[in-house]
């Protein structure tokens, strides 16, 4: 008997997308569905209850951020943004009605399929991973509070601690900027993002193997960090 495999909706007009993405779903052990619209896409949401949707902007009926905005009203899984526009505006807003994470056209279908896995492992886990997160030859133990390079522990500071934690419990999802603020600084701090800038850059200088080229924290350019790992 077969395993029941992830559901993953895919809302686009483009028919090209739907010819890559379905193969390439399939051959991740996922179970691709389809829709063309955005009334389509609501339609599939209710009907399949897909383990995850990944979904346009441009859709030729409604705009994506409307169909984004109607499935937060019944749905909880993640939904990831695929489109052309690459505005910051446009990728704060998506976040901001409750898409879990923003892609661009063009992408990489390895990128992608490692958003799916971390927006399917947080579906899974709300609370976050525990014990020992592995990100390169960096692990991060939650329980006990303890970071290792190499084997060898890394003295943080208890603010560079806290903010690596709260990117370990959202390991490969994107965390926007006033989401850390608010957890490691205080809601007053929201409009901070200088504070960020240093600890990033502190963390980097004890964790990555070339700060000016990290690979464990990466930036996502006016939006927030994501733990690599």
Do not use: C
Not at 61 to 76: Q, T
Not at 196 to 222: M, W
């Amino acid at each position: 008997m077969s395993a029941v495999r992830p559901r993953i909706l895919v809302i686009d007009d483009e028919p090209q997308i739907h010819r890559f993405l379905s193969p390439a779903l399939d051959a991740a052990g996922y179970e691709p569905k389809r829709a063309d619209s955005g009334q389509e896409g609501l339609r599939g949401i209710a009907l399949w209850s897909p383990d995850a949707v990944i979904l346009d902007l441009g859709l030729p009926d409604m705009d994506g951020k409307d169909v984004l905005k109607r499935a937060r009203e019944f749905y909880a899984g993640p939904i990831i943004i695929l489109s052309a526009r690459d505005r910051e505006a446009e990728k704060i807003e998506a976040l901001d009605l409750g898409a879990n994470d923003y892609v661009e056209k063009p992408f990489g279908v390895g990128e992608l399929l490692a958003r799916i896995r971390a927006g399917l492992r947080q579906t899974a886990d709300p609370t976050g991973p525990r014990g020992p997160i592995v990100a390169g030859d960096v692990s991060i133990n939650l329980d006990h509070r303890l970071v290792t390079r190499h084997g060898q522990p890394v003295r943080l500071t208890p603010k560079e601690y806290d903010l690596l934690g709260h990117l370990a419990r959202h390991a490969g999802k994107l965390v926007r900027h006033a989401d850390l603020l608010t957890a490691v600084w205080g809601a007053a701090h929201v409009a901070d993002t200088q504070y960020l800038r240093v600890v990033i850059g502190q963390l980097r200088h004890k964790l990555e193997a070339d700060p000016a080229q990290p690979r464990l924290i990466l930036t996502e350019p006016a939006v927030g960090y994501r733990l690599q790992a």
